[in-house]
């Protein structure tokens, strides 16, 4: 079949509308090629070259003189040091030299040090005293408290949650491993250390946000896919360098976001902030004259909210969500939440609350999708790279020392780039688009201290998927918050140098010698 040639159209003859068209002729080209790659990696051929990841952060520390090599010619962090000077050594052994000369001088030890571990079973036979008083009653001894959840020990507990929190070994394999080492269990028992009475370590993750929220000047937020029950769902992370916190729920949007922020609390509160959002969402006057009516006023629960919506005959989906919206709103910033927190994400719609600041690695791969269909396309392409690289490198000098005359500079630098009429109409129009965010793009130089992209919470959610990948969705309730409490402790202690392993003993131990993560995350804050 002969495919007929798209005609050689001059560039003065061509409309904003026959230019656009062409590109989508292009982007279609583009996935017919891609099929033929699947097609010729079937049959054992080779496939045309992936396109390359957003080069930004890369491009900018090469502008900025970050990531070369030390004078020396070393690789950072490539210097020696003693591995074991900082070991626990729990056994010596001396071992004798062989063939020793006659007249030979002993001059001591060479020390030559073996890591090892030791996994074997120990098992505990408690002989509880048991009085019969003179009442006929009975006086039993107590179990100590780290045995107190049944007939496992706090160690054989540790180990398995981290293996299913922190190792992704799933529950067969758990269950599996523990009887090779000579543990008799059963499958429900490993489910049930694994998901039931985990009320104290609930209670410390929903302590974390609150600590969190309550000393930062920004979080950075995404979200993934969460499967439950065989439903779609969705597990937000929330966090910056000092914490991180997941929750999982079925909805996405800006009303369960805000929902997530307002914490452990339930109520709906009007006040002078949520009826500034209702009137910024274009609520109709005639409902937001309904609600101010109401002057300030908290609602317990979503009950009692909805029946008072009922009431003011607010019943248009569109006027309930932003109504909700702003109630939440207020909300959130009646229990501590601070109005100047900027929210850090990669332009989805739902976070774009309070202060909200855009990637800038995100907003490169939007450039970075585009592909030029002749050398002219992709020359104004590569050169519009080149500059955004530019300015990216002159944002994270700015970071560094903040002055007014860098910022100028930088917003008539980000004004040209983004401004600029090229003969790709597809690049004219993704540079409109992101000249649309300018503002939020910019934040950074009213607040140099935020992160330029989101990296830290994609970094973050990144084990939370890889856990999702292995396990699958989860099937039960318990199941479901016990996956996020422990994603949320175990990613929260690492920002706090705590070890996972050392966490889960002392918790299930009931040492209390590592300190409560909350605290710790207001101390490092100071």
């Known amino acids: 079949m002969n495919i007929p040639r798209i005609p050689n159209i001059l560039e003065n003859d061509r409309t904003a509308l026959v230019s656009t068209l062409l590109e989508i002729i292009h982007l279609q080209q583009e996935k017919i090629q891609q099929l033929k790659d699947e097609i010729a990696i079937l049959k054992g051929q080779k496939a045309r070259p992936d396109i390359k990841s957003s080069q930004l952060e890369k491009a900018a520390r090469n502008n900025d003189g970050e990531g070369k090599n030390n004078p020396d010619g070393k690789r950072p962090g490539s210097e020696k040091r003693q591995k074991t000077k900082d070991l626990e050594i729990h056994e010596e052994k001396k071992i004798k030299a062989e063939n020793i000369p006659p007249g030979s001088v002993f001059k001591g030890y060479k020390e030559y040090v073996v890591q090892d571990i030791v996994i074997k079973t120990y098992n505990i036979k408690y002989m509880l005293e048991c009085w019969q008083t003179p009442e006929g009653d009975y006086v039993i001894g107590k179990l100590p408290t780290e045995v107190s959840e049944g007939h496992f020990g706090p160690t054989l507990i540790s180990f398995i949650l981290y293996q299913y929190y922190q190792g992704h070994v799933t529950q067969p394999l758990i269950l599996e491993e523990v009887r090779e080492f000579g543990v008799d269990i059963s499958a429900g028992q490993v489910n049930r250390i694994i998901t039931e009475g985990k009320e104290k370590f609930h209670t410390e993750k929903a302590e974390i946000l609150r600590a969190g929220l309550e000393v930062s000047k920004y979080i950075n937020v995404d979200d993934t896919g969460a499967r439950h029950q065989g439903r779609n769902g969705y597990c937000t992370h929330i966090g910056n360098e000092l914490f991180a916190w997941f929750e999982s729920t079925d909805s996405k949007s800006r009303i369960n976001f805000l929902g997530l922020l307002r914490g452990e609390y339930s109520d709906y509160v009007i006040n002078s902030d949520a009826l500034d959002y209702m009137a910024a969402s274009k609520l109709p006057k005639e409902q937001l004259a309904k609600l101010r009516s109401l002057g300030d006023m908290s609602f317990e629960n979503e009950k009692n909210w909805k029946e008072k919506l009922q009431a003011l005959d607010i019943t248009k989906e569109g006027h309930i969500r932003i109504a909700t919206e702003g109630a939440l709103l207020g909300s959130v910033l009646e229990h501590g939440f601070s109005k100047d927190m900027v929210i850090i994400s990669d332009d989805a719609g739902q976070f774009n609350v309070f202060l909200h ?84 793009l910019l934040l950074v130089l009213e607040r140099p201290e935020i992160p330029l992209h989101n990296n830290l919470s994609e970094n973050d959610i990144r084990d939370y998927v890889k856990k999702k990948k292995i396990s699958g969705s989860t099937r039960s309730s318990p199941g479901r918050r016990c996956r996020d409490t422990f994603a949320s402790l175990k990613k929260t202690g690492r920002k706090l140098q705590v070890s996972f392993w050392a966490f889960l003993n002392d918790r299930v131990g009931c040492k209390k010698i590592i300190p409560w993560l909350p605290d710790l995350i207001r101390t490092k804050a100071l």
């Open 357 to 440: 600041a855009l990637c800038w690695v995100h907003t490169d791969r939007i450039i970075n999708k585009l592909v030029g269909f002749n050398d002219k396309q992709r020359e104004v392409l590569e050169e519009t790279r080149s500059k955004i690289w530019e300015l990216y490198a002159d944002l994270k000098d700015y970071k560094k020392s903040p002055n007014e005359e860098k910022k100028s500079l930088i917003e008539k630098g980000f004004d040209e780039i983004f401004t600029t009429k090229t003969c790709f109409a597809s690049l004219n129009q993704t540079l409109k688009r992101i000249y649309a965010n300018r503002s939020e």
